[in-house]
Every structure is written in structure tokens, then in C-alpha cells.
């Protein structure tokens, strides 16, 4: 699954290609990719139609655009107290794409929804997925919100690249949730956009276990932690993500090269680049986790 550095490229291809540009129609070749859409395709498309996408926002990863109608202007502190703000919400799920294709390009096997643009650029968004557990919705925002955040994500938690991200609130969470450090680094009301390889990687830059009590983490390394997620999602965004297949491309359908990078994730029965140990794989929440036994060593079991 995309996590944050695959969603953050994908934000900034939607910054650059479309952000600006005004609906012109909309068509939903598949209901199931609006099925968060509850009022239907029908009036997702409605809704859509001639509006205006402002710039994209990101939390974690899921985001928006913005809707604006023709003309009005893009501050939603200007809105009328009571009046309802909309954005258009995308989650890409295990396979989903959005890309920017010329009008002639040939349709992908995979195309759920197109979007047309009213202006002569000669270019249309498509929502593709394969699998179809992401999809594209319409929902209300508080019109005060400058990022006019969807109501549906407003309760997710701050991700570490959020210059509003809270460490130390962030920290007092962790003592208090009582998890395991894995667990609490895919916890989407602690801190978003940590999926299972990026954990992975920040976990062996700090040489913690996955399996070690949160309750035992001081304030120094719940910072060390949280500057390694930051070091590894900033390393691999600069690399245009991680692209293990084909199912994750930026807004061009270009793939990432992270991958090429990883120290942990993927790396079983390869030498730890630090100590040279194999590194090892063990099933964790239906996925896996891969660690250096002499780097991570795991914790201690409590003695009551």
C-alpha cells in the first residue's frame, strides 16, 4: 500500500498538473470507486462538475482537493458563517493511481473514473485501480478550515512531515497507549502515514526492536524515533517513493526508487548492512516484519 513519501509525490504531480483547472465532466466507469460516496455516482459526479480544484492537501495518506465554485475565492475564511465547504477526498488503497493523461492516451484496463477539464491544456485526471479498495469522494468541511480538511479524516493524527505535528504530545501518547513500537507507529490516531516499510526502516536506524513496550521509551528516543521516520520518508519522497510493482506511479506514471534503499524491509536472509547478521522476517498483523537479531535486539520478557 502507498504510504506517506508515494502520497506526498502523488500530491505534488496533482499541485502542478491540475490544481487550478475547472471541471468540465465527470465519468464513473466503476460504482464501486465512489462507493465512499454515499448519495451515488450520479451525484458525485454533480458535485464535481464545474467546479474549481484548489491546491491538494495531504494527512497521512490520504488527500483532498479542495472545491471551489468558478470564480469564488480559494480562502474558506471568506465563506459565509453556516455555508458548507466541499473537497474531493482520494485514498489510493493497495493499487490506486492518479493520472494525468492526454485526451487520446488509450484507456487503462483499469479506469474507474475520468475527469474532464473545461480549458484547451489537452489533458484529463484518471482514477485507476486494479483492485478497487481505494476510491473518491465528496465530503463537507469546516468552511473556516484553510485546508478545508474532509470531516470524514478530521479525527486522523498529524504525520511526522506536518510542521504542525506535535512530538511531545506525541511522546505522552505513546507511554500512555501501553502497545508494542510497531503498533503504535501504524496507530493512525497516534501519527499517520507510517505504514509497514517505513516502520521497518526507521525501526533499524534506531536499532529498536518492533516488539519493545512503548511504555519504556524515554523522551530522547521517542525523538530519536521520530527523526528517523522523518530522515527515511524524506529519503525515499526525494526518490519518488517506493515502487516494489507496477501498482504505484506518480500523476505521470513514472515508478519510485527508494526500494533500491531499504536497509530492512524486503531484505530477508540478506546481510545487515551494519553488522553483517541475516537480516531476519517474522509474521506481524498479517504482514511482516524484517529486523537485524544482533541490531534490534528484542526486549526482555517482564518478570511480575
Not at 483547472?21 to 448519495?39: C, L, Q
Not at 533499524?204 to 523522551?219: F, G, I, K, L, S
Request: net charge positive.
Amino acid at each position: 500500500m502507498p504510504e506517506l513519501p508515494e502520497v506526498e509525490v502523488v500530491r505534488r504531480g496533482l499541485e502542478r498538473w491540475v490544481a487550478g483547472r475547472r471541471v468540465a465532466s465527470v465519468e464513473v466507469r466503476h460504482p464501486r470507486a465512489v462507493r465512499r460516496h454515499t448519495a451515488g455516482p450520479a451525484d458525485f459526479a454533480g458535485r464535481l462538475t464545474g467546479r474549481v480544484l484548489g491546491a491538494p492537501h495531504r494527512r497521512g495518506k490520504y488527500l483532498w482537493l479542495p472545491l471551489e465554485e468558478p470564480g469564488a475565492a480559494p480562502e474558506p475564511r471568506d465563506a459565509s458563517p453556516g455555508r458548507a465547504r466541499e473537497s474531493l477526498l482520494a485514498h489510493l488503497g493497495m493499487s490506486g493511481q492518479l493520472l494525468v493523461q492526454p485526451h487520446d492516451a488509450p484507456d487503462e484496463t483499469h479506469l474507474r473514473v475520468r475527469v474532464r477539464f473545461a480549458d484547451a491544456l489537452g489533458t484529463e485526471l484518471r482514477f485507476v485501480d486494479q483492485r478497487t479498495f481505494g476510491g473518491l469522494s465528496v465530503h463537507e468541511a469546516d468552511p473556516h478550515d484553510p485546508e478545508a480538511t474532509p470531516s470524514v479524516v478530521a479525527h486522523i493524527a498529524r504525520d511526522p512531515m506536518d510542521p504542525a505535528f506535535d512530538e511531545d504530545a506525541f511522546h505522552l501518547a505513546l507511554r500512555r497507549r501501553r502497545t508494542t513500537l510497531k503498533r503504535a507507529l501504524l496507530d493512525q490516531s497516534l501519527i499517520s502515514g507510517v505504514g509497514n516499510i517505513y516502520a521497518d526502516e526507521a525501526l533499524w536506524r534506531v536499532r529498536m526492536h518492533y516488539d519493545r513496550p512503548t511504555a519504556t521509551m524515554t523522551r530522547p528516543r521517542t525523538a530519536e524515533l521520530v527523526s528517523a521516520v522523518r530522515e527515511v520518508m524524506a529519503e525515499a519522497l526525494a526518490q519518488g517513493g517506493t515502487s516494489f510493482d507496477s501498482l504505484y506511479v506518480n500523476v505521470n506514471g513514472e515508478s519510485g526508487y527508494f526500494d533500491r534503499s531499504l536497509d530492512a524491509y524486503g531484505r530477508q536472509d540478506e546481510p545487515c548492512r551494519r553488522c553483517g547478521t541475516a537480516i531476519r522476517r517474522r509474521p506481524f498483523m498479517n504482514r511482516s516484519s524484517y529486523y537485524c537479531p544482533a541490531c534490534q535486539r528484542p526486549p526482555r520478557p517482564s518478570v511480575r
